[in-house]
């Protein structure tokens, strides 16, 4: 079965700041974890019984005060006052004249300040990886990945700001320089999502940063701790430079602060990750203005075994694919599409491989299965394997909630729906994985692309020729098409993104950087003559 590196487990479980919750004496169950001894770490992030959610150069906050539970026991964690929209309007008009500061810094400059953004990550790196762990609920090892991915994507965007630029172009006219200029669109918005609380903000915010922009974070309600956390480190850093705080602002809140940000004009730019029922509904207030959005919403990704694949390749990666972070990337392999030859000892072998998954605390370093964000991703995991039922699956492994405290579900495998089943095309954010048998290359390729959103995809084959063309034009439609890997785990030296109702979104690496600025193809005449493009005469 897939496993984690052994090495990483040892170091989380030295460096884990994470107590069993089981453990602890009844008097605690009724107090905030945070007030708690054993949690006492927490304060080592900035964090207190109730934090400020708005961020702009000082910290505030004037709206409803939320609180944040841990999904392993459903325990209140601590709480958080959010933005109203009093607060929303001083922080955007604060960012705005940070904006006139920021924007004169050179970009190897601004470079270095995420630099150092990036350093200070790194010596919290085991506290934050532990707080994602505690709120959001992925493993540890997963939590101090994802830190770790933000600081990887600090030092992308550094060699990038000295690398970023526009081509001199040949001109047809003499006397005439023809060059591309870009330049920053501004203020970026940043809407992120529970499932990568911190990683998804760092893609966004080191390369907006580099190219000279400011940014505005909303973090999902249900990790607004982290929001808090990762603000207060880079609050620092700022301070530490003398420069205006609101370059990286943070309004917590819900809908009403989301809704601002989308149909605010002074927003040059608002990336959205998130469902694509809501990502819908940004695109269209933001386009109604004639605004920027940058999206990155669901995915229905599939993984296909051909007849000559590798099984020791294939089962640990639709394992890892389905059931890493307990079903909740948006990567995660939802479909699996097996040869008829060897559909039987896939799915026998991946049944063998699910009995043997570590469920547990997320912290506890041998565990490799959490639990649920949230109670409602329980009801929405139940309600999808009784439509499974309805539709004709069989439930060969799972399928129930596991009977201990949190919101733990057992990873699901279903077979026996057909490949266009209504529940297969609908994109469930959890553990829930659905086999289908096929019998050729041509029609495996369109059941691939026959669902609505286009992220991630995989086929594991040795046919050279069926690999490209399954990376050709009448291959897979998605934004990640894979070969003998998963779906999930991408690296951030490529744009990350998917196609159709997937958003059209690309962040991270490769020139996602474009995204976050604006270009001028600028004609600049250094002769005494005065000749028109296309030989035009007019005279």
Same mark, same amino acid.
């Given at each position: 079965?897939?496993?984690?590196?052994?090495?990483?487990?040892?170091?989380?479980?030295?460096?884990?700041?994470?107590?069993?919750?089981?453990?602890?004496?009844?008097?605690?169950?009724?107090?905030?974890?945070?007030?708690?001894?054993?949690?006492?770490?927490?304060?080592?992030?900035?964090?207190?019984?109730?934090?400020?959610?708005?961020?702009n150069?000082?910290?505030?906050?004037?709206?409803?005060?939320?609180?944040?539970?841990?999904?392993?026991?459903?325990?209140?964690?601590?709480?958080?006052?959010?933005?109203?929209?009093?607060?929303?309007?001083?922080?955007?008009?604060?960012a705005?004249?940070?904006?006139?500061?920021?924007?004169?810094?050179?970009?190897?400059?601004?470079?270095?300040?995420?630099?150092?953004?990036?350093?200070?990550?790194?010596?919290?790196?085991?506290?934050?990886?532990?707080?994602?762990?505690?709120e959001?609920?992925?493993?540890?090892?997963?939590?101090?990945?994802?830190?770790?991915?933000y600081?990887?994507?600090?030092?992308?965007?550094?060699?990038?700001?000295?690398?970023?630029?526009?081509?001199?172009?040949?001109?047809?006219?003499?006397?005439?320089?023809?060059?591309?200029?870009?330049?920053?669109?501004?203020?970026?918005?940043?809407?992120t999502?529970?499932?990568?609380?911190?990683?998804?903000?760092?893609?966004?915010?080191?390369?907006a940063?580099?190219?000279?922009?400011?940014?505005?974070?909303?973090?999902?309600?249900?990790?607004?701790?982290?929001?808090?956390?990762?603000?207060?480190?880079?609050?620092?850093?700022?301070?530490?430079?003398?420069?205006?705080?609101?370059?990286?602002?943070?309004?917590?809140?819900?809908?009403?602060?989301?809704?601002?940000?989308?149909?605010?004009?002074?927003v040059?730019?608002?990336?959205?990750?998130?469902?694509?029922?809501?990502?819908?509904?940004?695109?269209?207030?933001v386009?109604?203005?004639?605004?920027?959005?940058?999206?990155?919403?669901?995915?229905n990704?599939?993984?296909?075994?051909?007849?000559?694949?590798?099984?020791?390749?294939?089962?640990?990666?639709?394992?890892?694919?389905?059931?890493?972070?307990?079903?909740?990337?948006c990567?995660?392999?939802?479909?699996?599409?097996?040869?008829?030859?060897?559909?039987?000892?896939?799915?026998?072998r991946l049944?063998?491989?699910?009995?043997?998954?570590?469920?547990g605390?997320?912290?506890?370093?041998?565990?490799?299965?959490?639990?649920?964000?949230?109670?409602? #991703?329980?009801?929405?995991?139940l =309600? +999808?394997?009784?439509?499974? *039922?309805?539709? &004709? %699956?069989?439930?060969?492994? @799972?399928?129930?909630?596991?009977?201990?405290?949190?919101?733990?579900?057992?990873?699901?495998?279903?077979?026996?729906?057909?490949?266009?089943?209504?529940?297969?095309?609908?994109?469930?954010?959890?553990?829930?994985?659905?086999?289908?048998?096929?019998?050729?290359?041509?029609?495996?390729?369109?059941?691939?692309?026959?669902v609505?959103?286009?992220?991630s995809?995989?086929?594991?084959t040795?046919?050279?020729?069926?690999?490209?063309?399954?990376?050709g034009?009448?291959?897979?439609?998605?934004?990640?098409?894979?070969?003998?890997?998963?779906? #999930?785990?991408?690296?951030?030296? =490529? +744009?990350?993104?998917?196609? *159709?109702?997937? &958003? %059209?979104?690309?962040?991270? @690496?490769?020139?996602?950087?474009?995204?976050?600025?604006?270009?001028s193809?600028?004609?600049?005449?250094?002769?005494?003559?005065?000749?028109?493009?296309?030989?035009?005469?007019?005279?």
């Amino acid at each position: 079965m897939w496993r984690l590196p052994r090495a990483l487990c040892v170091h989380a479980a030295k460096t884990s700041k994470l107590p069993g919750p089981w453990s602890r004496p009844a008097a605690f169950m009724s107090t905030l974890l945070i007030n708690q001894p054993q949690y006492a770490w927490l304060k080592e992030l900035g964090l207190c019984e109730e934090n400020e959610g708005v961020y702009n150069g000082s910290w505030g906050g004037r709206g409803e005060v939320i609180t944040t539970y841990c999904p392993a026991n459903n325990e209140p964690i601590a709480r958080v006052r959010q933005a109203s929209v009093a607060d929303y309007e001083e922080t955007v008009k604060k960012a705005k004249e940070a904006w006139k500061i920021w924007a004169d810094i050179p970009a190897p400059k601004r470079g270095e300040i995420v630099r150092q953004i990036g350093d200070a990550l790194r010596e919290k790196i085991q506290v934050l990886g532990s707080l994602v762990s505690l709120e959001m609920g992925k493993i540890l090892v997963e939590g101090v990945g994802e830190v770790q991915e933000y600081v990887d994507i600090c030092d992308y965007a550094v060699g990038l700001s000295r690398m970023i630029g526009g081509p001199i172009l040949p001109s047809e006219r003499p006397g005439h320089a023809l060059i591309e200029q870009w330049n920053p669109v501004g203020l970026v918005g940043i809407i992120t999502a529970f499932n990568f609380p911190v990683a998804v903000y760092g893609w966004n915010n080191a390369i907006a940063m580099i190219c000279g922009n400011v940014c505005l974070w909303k973090g999902a309600p249900t990790t607004s701790l982290i929001s808090v956390a990762v603000t207060k480190i880079i609050a620092k850093v700022l301070e530490d430079n003398k420069l205006p705080g609101a370059i990286c602002s943070l309004t917590c809140g819900g809908a009403d602060i989301g809704t601002a940000m989308a149909k605010d004009e002074r927003v040059n730019l608002l990336s959205f990750t998130g469902s694509t029922q809501v990502g819908k509904q940004v695109a269209l207030m933001v386009q109604e203005r004639f605004g920027r959005s940058l999206l990155e919403l669901g995915g229905n990704n599939a993984i296909i075994a051909f007849e000559d694949a590798d099984l020791s390749l294939v089962v640990p990666s639709a394992l890892f694919a389905a059931v890493g972070t307990a079903g909740q990337r948006c990567t995660t392999a939802r479909r699996l599409f097996v040869h008829e030859s060897i559909h039987d000892e896939v799915v026998n072998r991946l049944k063998k491989a699910y009995a043997q998954i570590r469920v547990g605390n997320p912290w506890d370093s041998n565990v490799l299965y959490g639990p649920l964000h949230t109670k409602q #991703s329980v009801s929405m995991f139940l =309600g +999808a394997v009784e439509e499974a *039922k309805k539709e &004709g %699956g069989t439930v060969v492994y @799972g399928g129930k909630v596991m009977d201990r405290p949190g919101n733990y579900v057992e990873p699901t495998i279903v077979i026996g729906l057909a490949h266009d089943a209504s529940i297969a095309h609908t994109e469930t954010f959890a553990p829930i994985l659905y086999v289908f048998k096929f019998k050729n290359e041509e029609e495996v390729f369109a059941w691939n692309n026959e669902v609505k959103q286009g992220l991630s995809s995989s086929i594991f084959t040795k046919d050279l020729g069926r690999i490209f063309r399954w990376l050709g034009p009448k291959g897979s439609d998605c934004g990640i098409v894979n070969v003998n890997i998963p779906t #999930s785990g991408a690296e951030i030296g =490529g +744009a990350f993104g998917g196609e *159709k109702h997937t &958003g %059209g979104g690309r962040e991270s @690496g490769s020139d996602a950087w474009k995204h976050y600025m604006r270009r001028s193809t600028c004609t600049i005449n250094y002769s005494k003559d005065l000749p028109l493009a296309q030989g035009i005469k007019f005279q």
